[in-house]
């Protein structure tokens, strides 16, 4: 599975911006004709413009028509970042995932809710954890500030899951606990880690940490960006794990009875 993902460069507040930045992206990042193309959280708006009610997709509707006619008309799987979007009267922070003909195979509510930011008061939290299968391989989703939460990332580990990404909208002022969090989640679940941050600096000042990374299940960056735009691609090697797991079973000696 060859996998990019789009460290975008968000325009705060202008959809029709950041859709023409999608839109640019993917047609460059096709030219490695990837599987997966992976975006990041609240691409379509940046982190966030308020009231968000008033800004977030009704339903997710035009967020999902542009990203399935991508994933149709490019035959490519995506994994959509995440979109506001405004249902039964709440916002939530939502990942919707399609696959190679347009169809929405998935969508996560983002669970943990950021509320240094005020998030938790402004969206409604995810109740469900989400796994899904592109080209046959069983696939899990957390949003940011979710990577903070290892029993809740090890849950979806326990579900088998080969794969996790990791849309977020990081900032720059804490890098280190990305890298070292992204990090520590590949290497304790022995999984692939997909994280996918925005760049650049928006309107509002806020400054992304880019740093998007493909971490393998030993902990390894093999493919690593900087802070500015960048599309990141990287093969994953499908023994790897089984390998890793092999080697160092932490799977085998976990001890659930004690925790
Ligand atoms: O956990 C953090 O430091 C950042 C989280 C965040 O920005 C988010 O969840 O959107």
Not at 211 to 221: N, V
Request: some cysteine.
């Amino acid at each position: 599975m060859k996998i990019s993902i789009l460290q975008m460069p968000v325009a705060f507040a202008r959809p029709d911006d950041n859709i023409k930045t999608l839109r640019r992206m993917v047609a460059e990042a096709m030219r490695a004709e990837p599987d997966v193309l992976v975006l990041p959280e609240l691409w379509r708006l940046g982190f966030y413009p308020q009231p968000i009610a008033v800004h977030a997709d009704l339903d997710g509707q035009q967020s999902r028509t542009v990203l399935a006619e991508l994933a149709r008309t490019n035959g490519v799987n995506i994994v959509g970042g995440t979109v506001a979007n405004r249902r039964e009267g709440k916002v939530y922070n939502t990942c919707y995932v399609f696959d190679r003909t347009g169809t929405e195979v998935a969508s996560y509510d983002k669970a943990h809710l950021f509320s240094p930011s005020g998030e938790s008061k402004d969206f409604a939290a995810g109740r469900e954890m989400v796994t899904f299968r592109l080209d046959g391989v069983l696939c899990g989703v957390a949003v940011c500030y979710d990577v903070r939460f290892p029993e809740f990332i090890r849950k979806l580990a326990l579900e088998d899951i080969a794969v996790l990404f990791l849309p977020a909208a990081w900032p720059a002022s804490r890098l280190s606990h990305w890298q070292t969090l992204t990090r520590a989640r590949a290497i304790e679940n022995q999984f692939y880690v997909i994280a996918a941050n925005e760049a650049g600096t928006d309107e509002q000042g806020n400054h992304l940490a880019g740093h998007s990374a493909i971490l393998d299940p030993w902990g390894e960056a093999i493919a690593e960006a900087d802070e500015s735009e960048a599309i990141l691609t990287a093969r994953l090697r499908p023994g790897l794990r089984q390998h890793i797991r092999e080697t160092l079973n932490v799977y085998a000696d976990r001890r659930p009875e004690l925790y």
